[in-house]
């Protein structure tokens, strides 16, 4: 719990209003999706650093590894026109500062100038300082408009494994973290081509970039720690497989697949997800371009100003020292953080 919260809370009132709160968000945010995972060679294939990918024994989980030498990584065996992609992840434990570990879908093999991607990035940390990701997209090439948000994580991703989703369809992009949506972009028509609409594959990757991944790249991979172990399983791709060159012919035939898509509970966000996204973004994200009016004097046409959080980012986009507007106790330890972003999700 907030430390602001504590030093006004002590009514009987206030911890019996915390505890239906509880109980209520754990049964919302534990609501696990009606999902169908695969193993990895159902639906994956190596990318790169074949010596760096592991595959278990019984095929339902890989590692990817990161050492001086490679890093490596993996793709869908198909390409997708929208669908739901999701996987549970443990990311490297230690030292990791400068690794970036990428979960995303993409068409840049195929469509190299106007390609569109839809990023998890996983930014390393320094050990004992919370893990910090951005999410991102890119549409018909806009690589010059960057959609960033920047977030830090309430638990500690390389004790247990979380899992992550992406959402795409022709109408909303969102963005989970076991079952908890932290971002949507709602398509409109100002978007024009910057929304992603051309079939997409799935990645995973493990790479060094100590240029800029830690604190501006101030801070460098460093290699006694390695091998640097990122860990997937329980893999979804579920969407409508697509030839990219055959696009137009084929549209048809995901017509029904996407609309079963569409109708599944990830596709819509609940008021109590909502609630739960509202909360995240309020105590995690600490960067939005949204508000980033050096970037943008004009914020891009998909972003939903939200008067409170206008307030905390200011012209920068960015919070003071990074994190959160509140200030945190220091005797809270991680199981306290995940306790307490339990006790929010319905607020």
């Known amino acids: 719990m907030d430390a602001c919260l504590c030093s006004n809370g002590g009514s009987n009132l206030f911890l019996l209003r915390m505890l239906m709160i509880f109980c209520f968000c754990n049964f919302v945010a534990n609501a696990s999706f009606n999902v169908t995972t695969i193993r990895f060679n159902e639906g994956l294939s190596p990318l790169f650093g074949d010596s760096n990918l592991v595959r278990s024994p019984d095929g339902k989980s890989v590692r990817l590894l990161l050492d001086r030498f490679t890093g490596s990584g993996f793709i869908s065996s198909k390409m997708y026109n929208h669908g739901f992609f999701s996987a549970r992840i443990k990311l490297p434990s230690d030292y990791t500062a400068g690794i970036v570990v990428a979960f995303y879908t993409s068409n840049g093999d195929v469509f190299e100038k106007n390609h569109d991607e839809l990023d998890f990035e996983f930014l390393g940390n320094i050990d004992g300082k919370p893990w910090r990701f951005q999410t991102n997209l890119y549409g018909n090439g806009s690589t010059n408009r960057g959609r960033e948000e920047r977030y830090r994580l309430w638990f500690d991703p390389s004790k247990e494994f979380h899992r992550y989703s992406i959402h795409w369809s022709a109408h909303n992009i969102i963005f989970y973290i076991d079952e908890v949506p932290i971002r949507e972009v709602v398509r409109n028509e100002a978007m024009g081509g910057d929304y992603p609409s051309k079939p997409m594959s799935l990645y995973a990757t493990i790479w060094d970039a100590s240029n800029w991944a830690t604190s501006g ?102 919070l003071k020292f990074g994190g959160s507007h509140r200030r945190r106790s220091k005797r809270r330890n991680k199981k306290n953080l995940s306790d307490f972003v339990n006790n929010e999700s319905i607020m």
């Open 217 to 318: 790249g101030k801070y460098k991979v460093n290699y006694k720690y390695a091998p640097f172990v990122s860990e997937f399983k329980d893999f979804v791709l579920d969407g409508c497989a697509s030839d990219p060159i055959q696009e137009v012919l084929e549209a048809s035939n995901c017509t029904k697949l996407n609309a079963r898509l569409n109708a599944q509970d990830f596709a819509t966000i609940t008021a109590g997800r909502r609630a739960a996204m509202r909360n995240f973004r309020e105590h995690y994200m600490y960067y939005s371009y949204c508000y980033d009016l050096l970037r943008y004097p004009t914020p891009p046409p998909e972003c939903v100003i939200i008067s409170t959080e206008q307030q905390r980012f200011k012209n920068t986009g960015r």
